[in-house]
């Protein structure tokens, strides 16, 4: 099982802050999570349709959309960050 985190508007389109989930071996980098995840319902669809935009976290170090997420014991996901 893998623990997914969500964050601001990607937690509120899908519903939920985390979950636990049994990810399937074909999930093998951090951006096939995100396909793998808009598969999941329409909730999901929505929050990531614009993949290139989030942002990913995994054991709360953020990473690019093609790092392996095996091991992985906490995945954050992201929309768009700014500040100052």
Same mark, same amino acid.
């Given at each position: *099982? ?21 990810? $399937? ?26 993949p290139k935009a989030i942002r ?11 790092? $392996? ?9 992201? $929309?768009? *960050?700014?500040?100052?």
């Open positions: *099982m893998t623990k997914l985190v969500y964050f601001a508007w990607v937690r509120e389109r899908i519903g939920r802050g985390e979950e636990d989930l049994d990810l $399937p071996a074909s999930v093998v980098t951090a951006g096939d999570l995100i396909e793998h995840l808009k598969g999941l319902g329409e909730e999901y669809e929505t929050a990531l349709q614009f990913v976290a995994i054991n709360q170090e953020h990473v690019e959309h093609d790092e $392996p997420i095996a091991g992985a014991t906490e995945i954050g996901l992201f $929309p768009p *960050m700014t500040g100052g």
